[in-house]
Nanobody, 123 residues
Framework: VQLQASGGGLVQAGGSLRLSCASS????????LGWFRQFPGKAREFVAF????????YYGDSVKGRFTISRDSAENTVYLQMNDLKPEDTAVYYC?????????????????WGQGTQVTVSS
């Protein structure tokens, strides 16, 4: 199983970025994919989740209305569109996967992780 995250970078406050997470080795209809972020010295924080087969989505309170998670079945890729970025969104962003029957905001309940991608928002 491989989850390959990309798309991070440096952006000014109010700007946008789109993160991508390409997956391989998973039967995606059995999984949900999501994004977490990690601030220095802190635990990973849930950002967003999409149940692959149904397309249902869930968001952390701090990103609702600004971030949108979506998937492309042809590319086996999940995206995180981040708009109206704030300096407090600066973090390393990780994509992850777990059983589609779950919807957990707890990192320990997620089965697979990609490498992180740094997002830096300047004020």
């Amino acid at each position: 199983v491989q989850l390959q995250a990309s798309g991070g970078g440096l952006v000014q406050a109010g700007g946008s970025l789109r993160l991508s997470c390409a997956s391989s080795g998973l039967t995606l209809d059995l999984y949900g994919l999501g994004w977490f972020r990690q601030f220095p010295g802190k635990a990973r924080e849930f950002v967003a989740f999409i149940r692959w087969s149904a397309g249902s989505t869930y968001y952390g309170d701090s990103v609702k209305g600004r971030f949108t998670i979506s998937r492309d079945s042809a590319e086996n890729t999940v995206y995180l569109q981040m708009n109206d970025l704030k300096p407090e969104d600066t973090a390393v962003y990780y994509c992850a996967a777990h059983d589609a029957r779950l919807m957990s905001t707890t990192p320990e309940r997620w089965d697979y992780w990609g490498q992180g991608t740094q997002v830096t928002v300047s004020s």
